[in-house]
């Protein structure tokens, strides 16, 4: 690894200990703390929402090498970035409700939702990532554009994005999510009604911030 990838990975480390430990962070740990998850149950959610946000970044890496800066932000920018602020958020909705009213539900549809988007939400983690992906702040997509403009081939520009979406991985971020599925479950053992309520008032900030994304689009 040179110095150029080291570079990337301390501004992976940065860029999970600010930017994306804010626009993230509320999202991830009330999802992670609403589920109760343990530690490897954490461990599988957020790295399979951060393989979806590498996705997104290995993309906007190669299209900026590619296609230019001012290319890929007309791109992401306008409609198409109303309409993933508009899918997202009802995507985040569908997610917190479903969480906060819990398994308890007579309609066979949401007991078929609960059972594919909460229960068994492998899907649900990378889909997450690939939003938060595709809705970078402006700090990272500087970042992401010098990445592209200063690669050479795009293998490169790969390796690069690789070495800066590690940084992101094990910056504090991961921690407070593993932490945050970990804790509820400890305090509220057989508490079933605490629990209850607690999950209850995770999705409903996951529900909020599903809102606040999509009213960006309207």
Known sequence: MNKTNISFF???LLFGSGPCLVSCGPM?????AGRKKNLSAGLLFYSLF???RLFV????????????RFSVENMISGVLLRYIFIIGGIFLILVGALLAIGKDLKSKSCQYLYGNFIERDRKSSLVLGLITGLLPCAPLLAGLSYLGLISTSWPI????????ALGIFISPLALLTLLAGIIPSFLLKKNRFGERV???????IIVFLGLRLAWKGL
């Not at 970044?57 to 230019?68: D, E, N, V």
């Not at 607690?198 to 409903?204: D, E, H, N, P, R």
């Open 50 to 52: 951060s393989l979806g």
């Open 198 to 204: 607690f999950s209850s008032i995770c999705g409903l």
């Open 57 to 68: 970044y290995l993309g906007l890496s190669l299209g900026i090498f590619f296609l230019g």
């Open 157 to 164: 520009a790969l390796f690069y994005a690789l070495s800066f």
């Open 28 to 32: 991830l740990i009330s999802y992670a």
């Open 10 to 12: 301390v501004l992976g």
